[in-house]
């Protein structure tokens, strides 16, 4: 990414949103963030919002430098992909599941450790309840960095942190 992940901005901005997060658990070989928000708007305007991330993902974390540049195929085989402005692209993730208003898997490696042995999996689930959607998105990564992943557990939540801020922000319209 053209930003380094910086774990201390993401985690000031969910602190400000009342938001839950962790680093559930950190391993030379593997790692689990795991973010919850609640949203004020119904499970089906949040699944709308998600799968643009071109209107939640910060533009500092796309290798183009603009959120703008990134679609998301909401079904199976689907592709969370980025334009680059030299005509190129990238292939961030893959839709591995995709229950429109309840639930959004997708498999691979995001940013840096897609150069690694790593890759994960992207579950984001939605739960209504009084008109109001708890998003809970975990992120499961195991594989080969050299050093250990668990050295990226802190990071990784960091960033993640601030793409479920994003998208509780957009969702709320502010």
Known sequence: MRVTMMAAAGLALLTAGGAQAEVVDAQPNGFEV???VV???PAATVWNVLVQPSKWWASSHTWSGSAANLSLAPA??????????????VLHMTTVNATPGTRLVLSGALGPL???????????????KDGKTTVTVTYDVGGYVKGGLDKWAGPVDGMIGQQVAGLKAAVEGK
Do not use: D, I, W
């Open 39 to 41: 949203a004020n708007a």
């Open 114 to 128: 897609q150069s690694s042995g790593a890759t994960g999996a992207l579950t984001v689930l939605l739960a209504e």
């Open 34 to 36: 795991k973010h919850e």
């Open 76 to 89: 199976s085989g689907g592709c969370f992909c980025e334009r680059l402005p030299s005509g190129g692209s």
